[in-house]
Nanobody
Framework: QVQLVESGGGLVQPGGSLRLSCTASGFIISSDFHTWVRQVPGKELEWVSTTNMGDDVTHYADSVKGRFTISTDNAKNTRYLQMNNLKPEDTAMYYC????????RGQGTQVTVSS
């Protein structure tokens, strides 16, 4: 059974950092495209990043480029979203997906950036 579990969210002050985790089961996380998306209640889903299958090259949304970084721990079948210099506009529920933005996703983890 394919499953994704996100964790690592929380409350952080502007300028702070968080590392989100996405642990996969039922498939090898690097065997497919892997996407992070985020959503604020009442707003559309926003694409954050996609990591390519095979070469692990990651593409980032302009809004997070230079601040967010993806890494992978193949032994743990987990990808991480390192988020630095967080801004209030980064506040959202974050989801990782198998494939593209509309792929199978986990339950999400809430990130709140506020002073």
């Amino acid at each position: 059974q394919v499953q994704l579990v996100e964790s690592g969210g929380g409350l952080v002050q502007p300028g702070g950092s968080l590392r989100l985790s996405c642990t996969a089961s039922g498939f090898i996380i690097s065997s497919d495209f892997h996407t992070w998306v985020r959503q604020v209640p009442g707003k559309e889903l926003e694409w954050v990043s996609t990591t390519n299958m095979g070469d692990d090259v990651t593409h980032y949304a302009d809004s997070v480029k230079g601040r967010f970084t993806i890494s992978t721990d193949n032994a743990k079948n987990t990808r991480y979203l390192q988020m630095n210099n967080l801004k209030p506009e980064d506040t959202a529920m974050y989801y990782c997906t198998k494939g593209g933005p509309s792929g199978i996703r986990g339950q999400g983890t809430q990130v709140t950036v506020s002073s």
